[in-house]
């Protein structure tokens, strides 16, 4: 059964930074593409970031571009999420999603993945 399990989640500052780090079992992980999405309180889900399975291909929302970067490694089955100058809206559950589909030239973060982790909470004090 495929799991993936978010971690790195917390409190800090505005302004500052986080890295948040997801690890993948039971799936061939360079055969997917991986994404990162959150979700506010009273708001819905929001694709942020995602690569391809090489990696070679990367996505931003505007909400983040400049600020996060999106990397895996996949001698480690783990997807990173570097996030900096973190604002007060960036409060959120981010979660991890993997995806066969896509092809290595190409992803965007859809609410179909396939496969998702439980999340872990991020918290931008002002």
């Known amino acids: 059964q495929v799991q993936l399990v978010e971690s790195g989640g917390g409190v800090v500052q505005a302004g500052g930074s986080l890295r948040l780090s997801c690890t993948a079992s039971?799936?061939?992980?360079?055969?997917?593409?991986m994404a990162w999405f959150r979700q506010a309180p009273g708001k819905g889900r929001e694709g942020i970031s995602c690569?391809?399975?090489?990696?070679?291909?990367?996505f931003y929302a505007d909400s983040v571009k400049g600020r996060f970067t999106i990397s895996r490694d996949n001698a480690r089955n783990t997807l990173y999420l570097q996030m900096g100058s973190l604002k007060p809206d960036d409060t959120a559950m981010y979660y991890c999603?993997?995806?066969?589909?896509?092809?290595?030239?190409?992803?965007?973060?859809?609410?179909?993945?396939?496969?998702w982790g439980q999340g872990t909470q991020v918290t931008v004090s002002s």
């Open positions: 999603a993997a995806d066969p589909r896509y092809s290595d030239s190409w992803c965007r973060p859809s609410a179909d993945f396939g496969y």
């Open positions: 039971d799936l061939t992980f360079d055969d997917y593409a």
């Open positions: 690569i391809s399975w090489s990696g070679g291909y990367t």
